[in-house]
């Protein structure tokens, strides 16, 4: 990837299966920030931990708050 960002498969403990990443994908074109009950299910639907999808969803936000020109880190608007 350019300017050396790291894909989000490499800051997983092991690499996703395109099942996963697809299922994760759909559920983040869904919700952005999901509650933590949906989360728990996500990861019980994925075969994932709950901290391994936490994670992929705070790295996914970054990515798409950098993409839409945002401060990848803040919740709110600069």
Known sequence: MAGGQQPIL???PHRLTEEQQEYLE??????????PS???LIA????LSEEEV???FA???AMWRRDQGLN????RIC
């Open 10 to 12: 490499d800051s997983m």
């Open 59 to 61: 790295h996914r936000m």
């Open 38 to 40: 949906e989360m728990m």
């Open 26 to 35: 759909r559920q983040f074109q869904k919700t952005k920030n999901p509650h």
């Open 44 to 47: 019980a639907e994925t075969g």
């Open 54 to 56: 936490k994670g992929w």
């Open 72 to 75: 990848p880190v803040s919740s």
